[in-house]
C-alpha cells in the first residue's frame, strides 16, 4: 500500500478518539439514555472488527487469539483499557495494509470504535475538561500510531 492512502487511514481511523469527545460534549445531557447503547456498540464493533479480519484472511492464530481474549475480556464485564486495544489494533491494522479492501474496511471500524472509547472515557472523567481528556487520550493511545506507523515499513 502506497504512503499515500496508508498514513492518511491510520490518522483518521485514530481520531475518532477525538470525535468521541466532541460528541460527549455536546450531549451530555443524553449520557443516562445512551450509556449502555455506547457500551453494546463498543463490543460490537470490537467483534466485527475480528470477524472481519477473520474471515477476510483465513483465519490465522493471530486474529483467533486476538478474537478470544477480546470477546473474553468482553463478556466477562472486564473493562479492558483502551491503551490495550488500540496497539492491538494497530498491529491488525499494519497487517491487513496488504488487502485494501479490508485495510480500508477497518480503518472505518476502528474510527468507530474510537469514537464509543472517546465517549465512555469523557463520560467517566468529565471534570477533567475537555483539553485535559483529549491529551490524555491522545499519550495513552498513541503507540496505535508507533505501531502502525513502524510496521509500514517492514511489512
Known amino acids: 500500500m502506497d504512503?499515500?492512502?496508508y498514513f492518511p487511514?491510520?490518522?483518521l481511523s485514530f481520531?475518532?478518539?477525538?470525535?468521541?469527545?466532541?460528541?460527549?460534549?455536546l450531549t451530555l445531557e443524553e449520557k443516562d439514555i445512551i450509556?449502555?447503547?455506547?457500551?453494546?456498540?463498543?463490543?460490537?464493533?470490537i467483534l466485527t472488527i475480528t470477524?472481519?479480519?477473520a474471515i477476510m484472511t483465513g483465519f490465522n492464530?493471530?486474529?483467533g487469539v486476538f478474537f478470544v481474549l477480546m470477546v473474553g475480556f468482553t463478556v466477562y464485564h472486564i473493562e479492558v483499557p483502551s491503551e490495550i486495544?488500540?496497539?492491538l489494533l494497530g498491529l491488525i491494522l499494519a497487517f491487513?495494509?496488504?488487502?485494501?479492501?479490508?485495510?480500508?474496511?477497518?480503518?472505518?471500524l476502528i474510527f468507530a470504535l474510537g469514537i464509543t472509547i472517546g465517549t465512555l472515557y469523557v463520560w467517566e472523567n468529565r471534570k477533567a475538561g475537555w483539553l485535559k481528556n483529549s491529551v490524555y487520550l491522545f499519550w495513552r493511545n498513541s503507540p496505535f500510531l508507533i505501531i502502525a506507523i513502524i510496521l509500514y515499513f517492514f511489512i
Open 3 to 5: 504512503v499515500i492512502n
Open 96 to 108: 491487513n495494509s496488504i488487502n485494501p479492501t479490508l485495510f480500508f474496511t477497518n480503518t472505518f
Open 61 to 63: 492464530i493471530w486474529i
Open 35 to 45: 450509556k449502555k447503547y455506547v457500551k453494546l456498540s463498543n463490543f460490537a464493533l
Open 15 to 25: 481520531l475518532g478518539l477525538f470525535v468521541g469527545v466532541l460528541i460527549t460534549y
Open 85 to 87: 486495544i488500540y496497539p
Open 9 to 11: 487511514a491510520i490518522v
Open 51 to 53: 470477524i472481519v479480519t
